[in-house]
């Protein structure tokens, strides 16, 4: 086990209660937890409203927008997902298959 587990940035997932997409969420969650155990200080999962899925992670200049449906179009694929978070928490880290699926 890693010393610095937990000490790392915090990503939030904001998801619209109304859209149902509390699921989708705790997916993408439970998959950047299994993925960036060691990076990420952990996953917050918070109730949102007006169609909104955004993800963040906190940064030290504040909150960086990681994915947001409405600009981006949609919901991402994991491995998307994992190569944005990965760029801003752990840009050193390889991704295994991910990484070789994007080439």
């Known amino acids: 086990m890693s010393a610095t587990r937990g000490a790392g940035p915090v990503i939030t997932i904001r998801y619209c209660v109304d859209c149902r997409w509390l699921l989708r969420a705790q997916w993408y969650a439970g998959e950047l937890l299994q993925t960036f155990a060691d990076e990420v200080g952990g996953v917050l999962v918070a109730p949102a409203s ?26 991402p694929e994991i491995g998307e997902l994992k190569r944005r978070v990965r760029d801003l928490v752990a840009p050193e880290k390889p991704l295994g298959h991910t990484d070789r699926a994007a080439e």
Not at 52 to 73: E, H, L, Q, S
């Open 50 to 75: 007006g169609a909104m899925f955004r993800i963040d992670v906190d940064g030290p200049d504040g909150p960086r927008t990681v994915w947001n449906r409405k600009t981006d179009g949609g919901f």
